[in-house]
Protein backbone atom coordinates (compact mmCIF):
# COMPACT_ATOMS: atom_id res chain seq x y z
CA UNK A 1 0.00 0.00 0.00
CA UNK A 2 1.55 3.37 -1.14
CA UNK A 3 2.29 5.62 1.99
CA UNK A 4 -0.01 8.37 2.64
CA UNK A 5 0.28 11.39 4.84
CA UNK A 6 -1.64 9.21 7.18
CA UNK A 7 0.50 6.30 7.27
CA UNK A 8 3.71 8.18 7.00
CA UNK A 9 2.73 9.93 10.78
CA UNK A 10 2.18 6.63 11.83
CA UNK A 11 2.47 5.02 15.50
CA UNK A 12 6.53 4.50 16.33
CA UNK A 13 7.74 0.69 15.12
CA UNK A 14 7.78 -2.25 17.35
CA UNK A 15 11.29 -2.05 17.47
CA UNK A 16 11.19 1.57 18.52
CA UNK A 17 8.77 1.19 21.25
CA UNK A 18 10.68 -1.89 22.90
CA UNK A 19 13.84 1.03 22.66
CA UNK A 20 11.77 3.23 24.02
CA UNK A 21 10.38 0.92 26.90
CA UNK A 22 13.58 -0.67 27.85
CA UNK A 23 15.68 3.05 28.27
CA UNK A 24 13.01 4.51 30.18
CA UNK A 25 13.60 1.03 32.48
CA UNK A 26 17.17 1.58 32.85
CA UNK A 27 17.44 5.31 32.78
CA UNK A 28 14.46 5.08 35.73
CA UNK A 29 16.62 2.12 37.21
CA UNK A 30 13.61 -0.15 37.11
CA UNK A 31 16.73 -2.15 35.51
CA UNK A 32 19.64 -1.48 37.51
CA UNK A 33 23.45 -1.66 36.39
CA UNK A 34 24.30 -5.69 35.50
CA UNK A 35 20.57 -6.32 35.15
CA UNK A 36 19.85 -9.21 32.61
CA UNK A 37 17.77 -8.54 30.01
CA UNK A 38 15.81 -11.26 28.29
CA UNK A 39 14.90 -10.77 25.37
CA UNK A 40 12.03 -13.20 25.75
CA UNK A 41 10.39 -11.76 28.78
CA UNK A 42 10.96 -8.27 27.20
CA UNK A 43 8.43 -10.01 24.35
CA UNK A 44 5.77 -10.97 26.08
CA UNK A 45 5.79 -7.86 28.41
CA UNK A 46 5.43 -5.54 25.35
CA UNK A 47 3.44 -8.18 23.10
CA UNK A 48 5.57 -8.53 20.47
CA UNK A 49 8.18 -11.14 19.14
CA UNK A 50 11.70 -10.92 20.05
CA UNK A 51 13.13 -9.63 16.90
CA UNK A 52 12.09 -6.42 17.30
CA UNK A 53 13.40 -6.31 20.55
CA UNK A 54 17.17 -7.70 19.84
CA UNK A 55 17.08 -4.54 17.44
CA UNK A 56 16.26 -2.36 20.62
CA UNK A 57 18.88 -4.17 22.23
CA UNK A 58 21.57 -3.28 19.74
CA UNK A 59 20.86 0.21 19.49
CA UNK A 60 21.33 0.15 23.36
CA UNK A 61 24.51 -1.15 22.96
CA UNK A 62 25.86 1.00 20.30
CA UNK A 63 24.61 3.60 22.64
CA UNK A 64 26.45 2.24 25.68
CA UNK A 65 23.42 1.69 27.76
CA UNK A 66 23.52 -2.05 26.96
CA UNK A 67 26.60 -4.62 27.29
CA UNK A 68 27.01 -8.38 25.82
CA UNK A 69 28.56 -10.80 28.12
CA UNK A 70 29.65 -14.76 26.52
CA UNK A 71 27.52 -17.07 27.50
CA UNK A 72 24.98 -14.65 29.85
CA UNK A 73 23.65 -12.32 26.91
CA UNK A 74 22.73 -8.54 27.41
CA UNK A 75 22.95 -6.81 30.41
CA UNK A 76 22.45 -3.07 31.44
CA UNK A 77 25.66 -1.72 31.79
CA UNK A 78 27.97 -1.32 34.89
CA UNK A 79 28.80 2.03 36.15
CA UNK A 80 32.00 2.37 35.43
CA UNK A 81 34.40 5.27 36.31
CA UNK A 82 36.22 5.60 33.04
CA UNK A 83 33.07 6.03 31.59
CA UNK A 84 32.15 8.64 33.46
CA UNK A 85 35.76 10.30 32.48
CA UNK A 86 35.01 9.65 28.76
CA UNK A 87 31.43 11.21 28.98
CA UNK A 88 32.59 14.54 30.85
CA UNK A 89 35.52 15.08 28.51
CA UNK A 90 33.40 14.41 25.66
CA UNK A 91 30.31 16.55 27.37
CA UNK A 92 32.86 19.45 27.75
CA UNK A 93 34.12 19.57 24.23
CA UNK A 94 30.11 19.39 23.00
CA UNK A 95 28.66 21.33 25.61
CA UNK A 96 31.25 24.34 24.92
CA UNK A 97 30.47 24.37 21.35
CA UNK A 98 26.51 23.85 21.69
CA UNK A 99 26.48 26.63 24.53
CA UNK A 100 28.97 29.26 21.86
CA UNK A 101 26.65 28.38 19.23
CA UNK A 102 23.33 29.01 20.97
CA UNK A 103 25.25 32.75 22.67
CA UNK A 104 23.59 34.83 19.87
CA UNK A 105 20.24 33.62 19.99
CA UNK A 106 20.17 33.08 24.25
CA UNK A 107 17.29 35.44 24.81
CA UNK A 108 16.92 37.72 27.63
CA UNK A 109 14.28 34.78 29.19
CA UNK A 110 16.88 32.67 29.03
CA UNK A 111 19.51 34.40 30.77
CA UNK A 112 16.95 35.16 33.49
CA UNK A 113 15.99 31.96 34.22
CA UNK A 114 19.80 30.74 34.20
CA UNK A 115 20.34 32.86 36.95
CA UNK A 116 17.08 31.74 39.05
CA UNK A 117 18.53 28.63 38.97
CA UNK A 118 22.12 29.42 39.61
CA UNK A 119 20.92 31.44 42.62
CA UNK A 120 18.65 27.90 43.87
CA UNK A 121 21.62 26.14 43.34
CA UNK A 122 23.82 28.79 45.21
CA UNK A 123 21.22 29.30 48.12
CA UNK A 124 21.16 25.37 48.39
CA UNK A 125 24.60 25.06 49.49
CA UNK A 126 23.21 25.73 53.18
CA UNK A 127 21.30 22.22 52.96
CA UNK A 128 23.32 20.49 50.59
CA UNK A 129 21.36 17.77 48.30
CA UNK A 130 23.87 16.38 45.61
CA UNK A 131 20.93 15.11 43.92
CA UNK A 132 18.97 18.38 43.40
CA UNK A 133 21.87 20.36 43.05
CA UNK A 134 23.06 18.04 40.25
CA UNK A 135 19.61 18.01 38.47
CA UNK A 136 19.44 21.82 38.75
CA UNK A 137 22.64 22.38 37.45
CA UNK A 138 21.76 20.30 34.19
CA UNK A 139 19.09 22.28 33.73
CA UNK A 140 20.76 25.52 33.71
CA UNK A 141 23.36 23.56 31.37
CA UNK A 142 20.13 22.61 29.29
CA UNK A 143 19.14 26.73 29.10
CA UNK A 144 22.18 28.07 27.88
CA UNK A 145 23.09 24.97 25.16
CA UNK A 146 19.32 24.34 23.80
CA UNK A 147 19.47 27.60 21.48
CA UNK A 148 22.21 26.13 19.43
CA UNK A 149 21.17 25.88 15.71
CA UNK A 150 22.87 22.73 14.99
CA UNK A 151 20.63 20.14 15.37
CA UNK A 152 23.19 17.19 15.29
CA UNK A 153 25.24 18.71 18.42
CA UNK A 154 22.16 19.09 20.36
CA UNK A 155 21.40 14.98 19.95
CA UNK A 156 24.61 14.51 20.62
CA UNK A 157 24.65 16.88 23.95
CA UNK A 158 21.75 15.15 24.73
CA UNK A 159 23.43 11.47 24.51
CA UNK A 160 25.99 12.13 26.78
CA UNK A 161 23.81 13.61 29.15
CA UNK A 162 21.58 10.72 29.34
CA UNK A 163 24.91 8.44 29.76
CA UNK A 164 26.37 10.41 32.45
CA UNK A 165 22.05 9.94 33.96
CA UNK A 166 22.50 6.64 33.72
CA UNK A 167 26.24 6.25 36.00
CA UNK A 168 23.33 7.10 38.48
CA UNK A 169 26.57 8.94 40.37
CA UNK A 170 26.40 12.53 41.26
CA UNK A 171 30.02 14.30 41.52
CA UNK A 172 28.87 16.80 43.89
CA UNK A 173 27.81 13.09 46.38
CA UNK A 174 31.93 12.88 46.52
CA UNK A 175 32.94 16.19 46.30
CA UNK A 176 30.98 18.36 47.71
CA UNK A 177 32.76 21.30 48.40
CA UNK A 178 32.98 21.24 44.12
CA UNK A 179 29.76 22.56 44.20
CA UNK A 180 30.31 25.77 45.62
CA UNK A 181 33.27 26.57 42.73
CA UNK A 182 30.59 25.39 40.33
CA UNK A 183 28.10 28.46 41.13
CA UNK A 184 30.97 30.89 40.94
CA UNK A 185 31.56 29.34 37.47
CA UNK A 186 28.27 29.91 36.22
CA UNK A 187 28.27 33.56 37.28
CA UNK A 188 31.24 33.83 34.72
CA UNK A 189 29.96 31.83 31.93
CA UNK A 190 26.75 34.10 32.28
CA UNK A 191 28.48 37.14 32.58
CA UNK A 192 30.41 36.15 29.36
CA UNK A 193 26.92 35.81 27.81
CA UNK A 194 25.41 38.93 28.97
CA UNK A 195 27.87 40.88 27.82
CA UNK A 196 27.99 39.48 24.28
CA UNK A 197 31.63 37.87 24.54
CA UNK A 198 33.32 36.42 21.66
CA UNK A 199 31.56 33.09 21.15
CA UNK A 200 35.26 31.57 21.50
CA UNK A 201 35.37 33.10 24.97
CA UNK A 202 32.29 31.14 25.87
CA UNK A 203 32.70 27.85 24.76
CA UNK A 204 36.49 27.82 26.59
CA UNK A 205 34.74 28.73 29.62
CA UNK A 206 32.10 25.79 29.59
CA UNK A 207 34.42 23.47 28.70
CA UNK A 208 37.22 24.33 31.58
CA UNK A 209 33.88 24.57 33.75
CA UNK A 210 33.38 21.11 32.96
CA UNK A 211 36.83 19.94 32.91
CA UNK A 212 37.32 21.08 36.35
CA UNK A 213 34.09 19.27 38.19
CA UNK A 214 35.89 16.22 36.38
CA UNK A 215 39.45 16.94 37.50
CA UNK A 216 38.07 17.04 41.21
CA UNK A 217 36.43 14.03 41.03
CA UNK A 218 39.11 12.27 39.77
CA UNK A 219 41.23 13.74 42.42
CA UNK A 220 38.84 12.74 45.37
CA UNK A 221 38.77 9.01 43.28
CA UNK A 222 42.68 8.64 44.15
CA UNK A 223 42.27 10.52 47.63
CA UNK A 224 40.27 7.81 48.66
CA UNK A 225 41.56 4.58 46.84
CA UNK A 226 44.42 5.75 48.82
CA UNK A 227 43.00 6.22 52.37
CA UNK A 228 41.35 2.48 51.51
CA UNK A 229 44.66 0.81 50.31
CA UNK A 230 46.00 2.03 54.01
CA UNK A 231 43.09 0.86 56.16
CA UNK A 232 43.03 -2.81 54.03
Not at 82 to 93: D, H, K, N, P
Amino acid sequence: MPLTADTATAAPSKAQRAYDWIKSQIMTQAFSPGYRLVLASIAETLSMSVVPVREAIRRLEAEGFVTFERNVGARVSMVDGEQYRFSMETLAVLEGAATAQAAALITAADLAHARELNASMEASLQNFDPQTFTETNHEFHRVLACRCPNERLNDLVTVEWERLNHLRTSTFSFVPERARASVTEHHHILHLLETHAPADAVERAVRQHRTATLTSYLSSREVRGEAQHRTA
